[in-house]
């Protein structure tokens, strides 16, 4: 199958920083990509949608100024958390779908943030 | 809004069958997928049904009716590495292709 890396796989920062968080897809073109969040025992909760060259689409309560995503082109995806706090610790996930006509998501190997 | 029921913890043998059920009530469908999770790892593709019925692949298999908003995946011959999350996830539309995900079945394969 296809594969997406995602780097880095785990990151501690202090609060009040940013990380970014890469999400590439290896074999393939991925004209759409996804930012998830899981906190413990908790499923995946999709964040936003990017798609490449335009702005992202995020789910309702996820602040867009907070969690800047960008696509700019068809094999990268990041996702930047400003100003982190502590509340945002947690394992953020990223998936990929080749071209516009496929179902099939290819997930990256997810990032543990810890905000310190 | 977006609902998706699967239980939470799930328990069976080594070389058993176990059925990981699961029921949704969504706004859109595009298919029903099922991913496993082992902890602290990315969810990894198990099956996707889109048309009611079962697709079996290898061990596993999932069924999908979409008048009843209900779908399983069937396990057999469970092995101790079976033992991971279950995620059960509605694909949200045809333009947007994003997952809601249910909240997963723990299952615990016991020799």
């Known amino acids: 199958g296809a594969v997406v890396s995602q780097h880095p796989s785990w990151v501690i920062c202090k609060s009040g920083t940013s990380v970014k968080i890469e999400c590439r897809s290896l074999?393939?073109?991925?004209?759409?990509m996804f930012w998830y969040r899981q906190f413990p025992k908790q499923s995946l909760m999709l964040m936003a949608t990017s798609n490449e060259g335009s702005k992202a689409t995020y789910e309702q309560g996820v602040e867009k100024d907070k969690f800047l995503i960008n696509h700019a082109s068809l094999t990268l995806s990041t996702l930047t958390v400003t100003s982190a706090h502590p509340e945002d610790s947690s394992f953020y996930i990223c998936?990929?779908?080749?071209?516009?006509?496929?179902?099939?998501?290819?997930f990256g190997q997810g990032t543990r943030l810890t905000v310190v | 809004g977006q609902n998706i029921d699967q239980p939470t913890e799930m328990t069976a043998t080594e070389g058993a069958i176990v059925q990981i059920n699961c029921t949704y009530q969504t706004s859109g469908f595009n298919g029903l997928f099922w991913y496993q999770q082992h902890a602290g790892e990315a969810p990894t593709f198990l099956s996707y049904?889109?048309?009611?019925g079962l697709e079996e692949k290898g061990r596993f298999s999932s069924f999908l009716s979409r008048s009843k908003g209900y779908s399983y995946l069937l396990l057999k011959e469970l092995q101790m590495k079976d033992s991971a999350s279950y995620l059960c996830a509605v694909g949200m539309d045809t333009g947007r292709r994003a997952l809601t995900f249910g909240s997963g079945t723990r299952l615990q394969v016991q020799p």
């Open positions: 074999d393939f073109q991925a004209t759409t």
């Open positions: 998936s990929a779908i080749e071209g516009q006509q496929n179902t099939e998501a290819f």
């Open positions: 049904n889109v048309l009611d």
